[in-house]
């Protein structure tokens, strides 16, 4: 057995802004357990925009990081090795009981192997999710951190399996419910109303009335190819012209739609392109969307715990309960199928679905929970 060191604090992670809202309800169920957890937060920077970031932590009251290794954008090789070269140093300086990462992010993996191979104890929150797509980087990451840490903990049963099924120890496993969820239950007071963004943004007063679509798109298989790109948008329009469409649009696909000189595609009159927004920002626009269109993990839960239906614009997901209880529908990238697929939201309303279960705001406390005991334990603690 490697040796473990005992007597330090429980060093989270973060490094791109959806394990902000992950991390968030576990620094706070762990600062409120009795006695209180030691922790310390740091950044890896993969996500480093400083407004965005400030946005994200100030609104979700996540305290400002102890280490920032402002590692920045890059390839997923280049980026995956810089984090794993400036985050050494730090374990060898803080000597930290244990790692806990989140989601599925290059810095999640990158993290937990630099911990695992000194000897330290590897957490994953929201472990055992699968797509089944290795052409996924995500994919990669969350099937390697899974492989190497010492306990895991799931949003939904069938992360269990997966696990099971990969060899994992079933002592191993925790199901304890959705930490995303603990932030939107517990930020939903607090979100902006939609139509303040709505109107700081140019749109007519008239969409609250007419009601409105959301939509995200980032992800490499929808915006790197300029012929899917272009297919996606000519829906997107198409969508336009039943239901104004309000675009939070991601830095690096504005800047493909730049690059192939797809922007005219957009010129729409009930179309229109809003910057990444704050985590408040964009709730509120959400819980009063008639429908979303994404291709984004965390949305298609969000949408499920607020009731609102979602169009996966994905070949897969690595999230089935939202499909199998939830609000979610899964139609790839085919404009016939994105617009069938509204068409139905249109006319019935969309799925009803319903939460599933432990998605009750509670997760980040039962983790707290087991962190307690696991650590209290002597063959935890035992160095070698």
Excluded at 126 to 133: I, M, P, Q
Excluded at 140 to 154: A, Y
Excluded at 208 to 217: E, I, M, S
Excluded at 338 to 352: E, N, P, Q
Aim: net charge neutral.
């Amino acid at each position: 057995m490697l040796p473990r060191f005992v007597g330090g604090p429980i060093l989270c992670v973060v490094g791109a802004r959806p394990n902000f809202m992950k991390i968030a309800p576990v620094i706070r169920a762990m600062n409120g357990a009795t006695p209180p957890l030691p922790v310390r937060l740091l950044h890896t920077g993969q996500h480093y925009d400083p407004e965005m970031n400030s946005q994200y932590f100030q609104g979700l009251g996540i305290p400002d990081p102890d280490f920032n290794l402002e590692v920045g954008s890059a390839s997923h090789a280049v980026q995956t090795a810089e984090i794993l070269r400036r985050f050494e140093p730090v374990l060898d300086r803080e000597r930290p009981a244990a790692v806990l990462v989140v989601g599925d992010v290059n810095s999640t993996l990158a993290c937990a192997l630099v911990a695992v191979k000194k000897g330290i104890a590897v957490i994953h929150v929201e472990a055992g999710l699968r797509s089944f797509d290795r052409g996924m980087p995500e994919e990669i990451n969350r099937v390697l951190t899974d492989q190497i840490s010492d306990l895991l903990f799931t949003t939904e049963k069938s992360a269990r399996e997966n696990l099971l099924r990969e060899g994992i120890p079933e002592s191993r496993i925790h199901f304890v419910g959705n930490v995303m969820i603990d932030t939107l239950r517990y930020s939903l007071k607090e979100a902006v109303s939609a139509a303040q963004t709505l109107s700081q943004h140019g749109a007519p007063a008239d969409w609250g009335q007419r009601g409105f679509a959301v939509l995200t798109l980032h992800r490499p298989s929808n915006v790197d190819d300029p012929g899917t790109l272009r297919a996606v948008l000519g829906a997107i329009r198409e969508i336009s012209r039943r239901l104004p469409v309000a675009f939070t649009m991601h830095p690096r696909t504005r800047a493909k739609i730049e690059q192939h000189g797809l922007g005219a595609v957009l010129e729409a009159a009930s179309i229109i392109c809003v910057p990444p927004l704050g985590y408040l920002e964009m709730l509120g626009l959400m819980q009063a969307a008639r429908l979303v269109l994404t291709d984004s993990g965390g949305i298609q839960e969000e949408t499920t715990a607020l009731g609102v239906p979602c169009v996966t614009l994905r070949e897969n997901t690595e999230r089935p309960i939202t499909v199998e209880q939830g609000t979610n529908t899964v139609v790839g990238s085919s404009p016939e199928h994105i617009l069938a697929a509204v068409d139905d939201i249109l006319r019935t309303g969309g799925k009803a679905g319903r939460v599933p279960e432990l998605w009750d705001g509670r997760a980040s406390q039962r983790i707290a929970a087991v962190l307690r005991e696991w650590l209290d334990r002597a063959d935890v603690r035992r160095v070698a």
